[in-house]
């Protein structure tokens, strides 16, 4: 419970104007990729495996 409490004011006091809505997609729009590298580990499920698939195809879907 205190974990829960501590990252909901961690992500309140970044005021990085993103929430828990807040899609992969939407944090990289404006950034350039590429010729960029990135490992992720864990892209097997949850939030590395959003992180692998918005990584691999960053302009899919607009």
């Known amino acids: ?3 829960v409490i501590y990252l ?9 104007g993103y ?3 807040t899609t992969a997609k939407e944090v990289i729009e404006n950034i350039d990729l590429q010729g960029k590298i990135a490992i992720v580990t864990g892209g ?8 692998a698939k918005t990584l691999a195809f960053p302009k899919k879907g607009r």
């Not at 909901?8 to 990085?16: A, E, G």
């Open 19 to 21: 929430n828990f809505s």
């Open 1 to 3: 419970m205190y974990t």
């Open 44 to 51: 097997y499920s949850g939030i590395g495996l959003e992180t």
């Open 8 to 16: 909901i004011f961690l992500l309140l006091s970044i005021n990085s």
